[in-house]
């Protein structure tokens, strides 16, 4: 079975502090896709990063930067030096290969404040 | 200008009303999707459709139905809405290619029903 585990359901951090949401999966695929989500109080849903599983690359863009471990299963997000503007709730989301069906952890909400 | 659009953004009806909410995309994807979301239940996936004469059901589409106009138009109506169909509804694209190795699904910015 394919399952997102997003153990953190509330984080509340002081602003520029640092912060790491985790994302926990479990597929049988040995080929598949992870992705991150944000969602803002506006309820939009917005895109923020794929990883496909034959790459275990780090990923820094500006503030955020992405763990990805095959060895524990974790697709880790970091964001540093925190700003009240990323306040949202964050999805990660697993995806096999060959299928259509997105199945999404139940969302970390990180509240800045600052 | 926003790769994918929604409307209405808001919307409060009665039960019994039908009601259509409407899709558009600009990115060129053949695949689009409707969501909605619970707090609580997450997303759960109601149709999606590979391209326009290939529509399929997903988890929960009881009480739903979908046209596919066009590539980039993908409405999804409630033939006579029911207070449990309240909830955040998205639509998502995404850029699947054979063998390309992506399959990303971008989203709208929602439509908030509310059914009285």
């Known amino acids: 079975a394919q399952k997102v585990t997003q153990a953190q359901t509330e984080i509340s951090v002081v602003e520029k502090e640092d912060v790491t949401l985790d994302c926990v999966y479990e597929?049988?695929?040995?080929?598949?896709?992870l992705f991150w989500y944000k969602q803002p109080p506006s309820g939009e849903l917005v895109f923020l990063i794929r990883r496909n599983s034959f790459d275990e690359q780090n990923e820094i863009s500006g503030r955020y930067s992405w763990n990805f471990q095959k060895s524990t299963s974790s697709f880790n997000f970091t964001i540093t030096a925190s700003q009240v503007v990323d306040s949202a709730v964050y999805f990660c989301?697993?995806?096999?290969?060959?299928?259509?069906?997105?199945?999404f952890g139940s969302g970390t909400r990180l509240l800045v404040r600052p | 200008d926003a790769d994918v659009t929604q409307t209405p953004r808001n919307r409060i009806t009665k039960t019994g009303k039908r009601i259509m909410l409407e899709c558009s995309q600009t990115k060129g994807h053949d695949r689009m999707y409707w969501y909605r979301q619970d707090p609580g239940l997450g997303l759960r996936l109601i149709y999606y459709?590979?391209?326009?004469?290939?529509?399929n059901k997903g988890e929960i589409s009881d009480g739903y139905s979908v046209s596919r106009q066009a590539q980039a138009k993908f409405s999804l109506s409630l033939e006579s809405a029911i207070p449990n169909q309240t909830a955040l509804y998205f639509c998502a694209t995404s850029d699947f290619e054979p063998g390309r190795g992506t399959d990303t699904q971008y989203f709208g910015p929602g439509t908030r029903l509310t059914v009285l």
């Open positions: 597929t049988r695929d040995t080929t598949y896709y």
């Open positions: 459709s590979f391209d326009v004469k290939d529509i």
């Open positions: 989301a697993l995806k096999h290969w060959s299928s259509y069906k997105l199945i």
